[in-house]
């Protein structure tokens, strides 16, 4: 298909029939200024094509004029089977038809099946992979509907490269094969392969799993009862055993001997332990009489040693007192003399410090003289700075500088298109009428132009005045007294009459900035850290003090060496006074300690012997000869009783055992005859139940089901590989779609960039990445201008194959190299006559300079009849 004439009425400006004709093979070229209806003519295109007749969409809406009315669109194509008149109307009397040589062949829906024919049968058309819109100059981009187009275009696009491919796939019907498969497949599964909800391959798993649980549930049932019916039986037998009479008479017998046993051990017992009683008062007796005896003995040896002990205390605690009070009088002495020395230091030290000031005085007068004219230098360079520094906040700077000259390069510039499009008059005057014609400004000069932006009168000497008044397209637009204004705003803004008095401004205020960049560096290298500073190091050194006598350096250090010596000599003694003082302080306070720890050891030996009275100690000797003999007489007593004493614990034993055995009796009794009652309720109700028939019921479903599972599980699996197979063949498809479409774009690429090349999105079916001198560049992360560049290459292939494959479009470009510099442009130019060949390409811009160097044919758009 060749697009040959367009014509539209009734579309947004146009309420009167505008035409383009003479549309040819190749390139041609609707070059026309912005709002001159290029982008009018694209959507008019798109409508014709895309938009049904009878639709009220925003997009056939925003075709209407402002006024109202039924937009109308007219395109004459041109096929293999000759050429067509298509036509379609919206809103009023909507209509579409198709005529050929002035004879109407399909009309209203028909027409529409046509034209959708004429595309090829897809949605998306040629649009979705070769008609540039103005401003969607991507690959991707506009709304989700017309991405899922431009999609749904590429891959029929992909289905229909290669007959092999048509014939081993089906092409579309490849897609729609895949399609069904995944449908069928979603009603089994999830998109992660898994059973899905209410699908019927998770409801033959939940039926397996139910009948499994049901038949797990009734062998359990039944393996129970079967329990059941043992545990009875051995129930029975164990209480009959227990409740035989003979064996009740037995235990009976064997608690009354075990318990007349363990009652005549107890007597015993009891008998030995009031025995143990009595040997344990005797024994009590015998100590208590014993230990009389021996604190009288101790009390008396301790009164003995502890009086002779205290007198020794005594007479070391008087020696310990008088050497304290002669370490103490040997200190204060001490003190005296240290007291002495640290007076004579102190002279010393001062007759140093004083020698010293007078020595730093001297040195310093020369430091004084060199820091107060440093401060003066420093002062000068500051006042410097700070006149320099006012000076320099006068004026333009060159910021405000360089505003003025662009605002006067624009008035320039303004005055210069001014007067290249307003009307000129130049005088040639006979001999001798120089100077006889007069403008506003003077006479008019001989062969010189003068542009006339405005109306004007000229004065001709003796004759009169010439009014010229210029057409519509000539006159002045206001640019250059706007352009005017500005300036002199920005003259006022800084005080300046002209550009002139502005850049002399300007310049008086940069050699004060420099001016007051020298000060201040010259300040900076007098005082770093300011003057502030250097006025505090002059009031840091010492002004000469006037003394009588000022004393040597020399004999004051050596004097104070002396008095430091005798200073450390009787420190020195001091500190051993104090230390013999310490010592015996602390050997008096031992001597103290020790005394009053005897006298009190003495008092409390004379206090416990007091507690003994007059008793002698024969007296208490023979208390103690009784009572040892009645604790041998208690303790013979009780040995003989203890030998014949029975075993207790074996007795206990066998007395626990037997009680044990008959409460284990009564309790298994009381155990079995309610356990017998629920087995045979349990074994009566299983009975009931049929839980034989029951199990071998479900086992039956439940093999039908697993059957039935592994039916479908086969179906998945089946479906599954179908899937994969289908979808590698799409796969083989899609790189049989690579390789046309990569061979077609690398001469295209290598118009731009030598070695580049493109890598491809599997699913997007589009440029994914450019590879560039070995590196790989995401699409989306390129200039504005190399995507524009990319996608109008890429568009350029789409159409070479579409065409190769019989469906022969034309490529429409609406403003499509906005973001292209010169020098690709050019190149780009060079593309697209390479691509021309017998395809047609309509390219609608209004870069009117820019794109005179693309050739090609021109079209215009123009009222019908003009």
């Known amino acids: ?215 797990d549930h009734l062998v359990s049932t039944a393996r129970e009862l079967h329990d059941a019916l043992a545990e009875r039986q051995r129930a029975r037998r164990a209480l009959a055993e227990l409740e035989a009479p003979e064996v009740v008479e037995a235990r009976r017998r064997k608690l009354e001997t075990a318990r007349a046993a363990h009652a005549a051990a107890t007597r015993h017992a009891e008998e030995v332990e009031s025995l143990t009683r009595a040997v344990e008062l005797a024994r009590l007796n015998a100590d208590s009489a014993t230990a009389r005896l021996d604190s009288y003995r101790a009390a008396r040896t301790e009164q003995k040693t502890a009086k002779s002990d205290e007198a020794l205390a005594r007479k070391a605690t008087e020696s310990a007192r008088s050497a304290l009070s002669e370490r103490r009088a040997a200190l204060e002495a001490a003190d005296v003399s240290a007291q002495q020395a640290r007076t004579a230091l102190q002279s010393a030290e001062d007759q140093r410090r004083s020698a010293l000031r007078a020595l730093a005085a001297r040195e310093g007068a020369d430091r004084r003289r060199a820091l107060e004219n440093r401060i003066k230098e420093a002062e000068e360079a500051r006042r410097r700075m700070e006149t320099a520094a006012a000076a320099a906040q006068s004026g333009p700077d060159a910021v405000a500088l360089q505003r003025l000259e662009t605002l006067s390069a624009e008035l320039s510039a303004s005055r210069a298109a001014r007067d290249a499009t307003a009307t000129q008059v130049i005088m ?94 010259v300040l900076a290298s007098l005082a770093p850290d300011g003057i502030d500073a250097l006025h505090h190091a002059l009031a840091a050194i010492p002004t000469p003090a006037e003394e009588a006598e000022t004393p040597d350096l020399e004999a004051a250090e050596a004097a104070l060496q002396s008095v430091q010596d005798q200073h450390e000599a009787c420190r020195l003694a001091r500190e051993t006074a104090a ?58 007593s009780h040995a003989e009783k203890a030998k014949s004493a029975p075993d207790a614990a074996s007795l206990q034993a066998a007395l626990t055992r037997a009680e044990s055995v008959e409460t284990q009796a009564r309790d298994e009794i009381a155990r079995l005859r309610p356990l017998l009652a629920r087995l045979s309720e349990r074994i009566t109700r299983a009975s009931g139940d049929a839980v034989e028939e029951r199990l071998a019921e479900t086992q039956e479903q439940l093999q039908a089901a697993e059957a039935k599972l592994t039916r479908i599980v086969h179906e998945v699996a089946v479906l599954t590989r179908l899937e994969t197979a289908l979808q590698d063949a799409r796969n083989e498809a899609r790189e049989r779609y690579f390789t046309p479409i990569v061979k077609e774009l690398k001469p295209l690429l290598q118009l731009l960039w030598p070695d580049a090349e493109l890598t491809w999105g599997e699913e997007s079916l589009l ?100």
């Open 1 to 215: 298909m060749k697009i040959r004439a367009i014509t539209l009425n009734n579309v947004r400006r146009f309420t009167d029939p505008a035409q383009v004709v003479g549309i040819g093979d190749g390139i041609n070229v609707l070059s026309e200024p912005n709002e001159h209806g290029k982008s009018t003519l694209f959507d008019a295109i798109q409508a014709l094509f895309f938009k049904p007749y009878g639709s009220r969409d925003k997009d056939v809406a925003a075709l209407r004029p402002h006024a109202g009315g039924a937009p109308e669109v007219t395109i004459e194509v041109e096929t293999d089977e000759g050429r067509f008149v298509v036509f379609k109307r919206w809103f009023q009397k909507p209509l579409a038809t198709v005529h050929r040589n002035g004879t109407l062949i399909a009309q209203a829906d028909e027409a529409e099946a046509w034209i959708a024919q004429l595309l090829g049968g897809d949605a998306g058309g040629p649009s979705g992979l070769i008609w540039v819109r103005q401003g969607m100059t991507a690959l991707t981009g506009g709304s989700t509907k017309e991405e899922k187009l431009a999609l749904e275009a590429r891959r029929d696009l992909m289905s229909s490269v290669g007959a092999e491919v048509e014939a081993m796939t089906g092409g579309r019907r490849m897609d729609k094969a895949l399609a069904q498969c995944r449908e069928e497949l979603a009603n089994y599964t999830t998109s992660t392969g898994r059973p899905r909800t209410g699908g019927p391959w998770k409801e033959a798993q939940d039926h397996v799993e139910a009948l499994a649980v049901a038949r």
């Open 428 to 521: 040639r005057y006979a001999p001798g009428q120089s100077g006889a014609i007069h403008g506003e400004t003077g006479p008019l000069a001989d062969g010189v132009a003068l542009p006339l932006p405005r109306s004007a009168t000229l004065r001709i000497d003796g004759i009169g005045s010439l009014e010229i008044h210029p057409g519509a397209g000539g006159q002045e637009d206001g640019t250059v007294e706007a352009a005017a204004v500005r300036l002199q705003t920005a003259l006022d803004r800084v005080g300046a009459a002209d550009l002139t008095d502005a850049r002399a401004a300007a310049a008086a205020r940069a050699e004060a900035a420099a001016r007051q960049g020298e000060a201040k560096a």
């Open 579 to 636: 230390d013999a003082l310490a010592d015996a302080k602390a050997d008096a306070a031992r001597s103290e300690a020790q005394l009053a720890s005897l006298t009190d050891r003495l008092q409390r030996a004379e206090a416990q012997q007091a507690k003994l009275g007059d008793v002698s100690e024969e007296a208490l000797a023979s208390q103690t000869v009784p009572t040892a003999a009645a604790l041998e007489a208690a303790r013979l």
């Open 767 to 866: 440029p994914h990445a450019l590879i560039r001198g070995g590196r790989e560049e995401p699409i989306d992360v390129l200039s504005g201008g190399t995507q524009e560049q990319v996608a109008l290459l890429v568009r350029l292939a789409f159409a070479r194959m579409l065409a190769r494959a019989g469906r022969i479009a034309p490529v429409i470009l609406d403003d499509a190299l906005v973001f292209t510099d010169d020098d690709r442009i050019e190149r780009m130019f060079d593309a697209l006559h390479r691509q021309a060949g017998d395809m047609q390409i309509i390219v609608l811009t209004c870069r009117q300079r820019a794109f005179r160097a693309l050739g090609g044919q021109a079209l215009r758009l123009q009222p019908v009849g003009e």
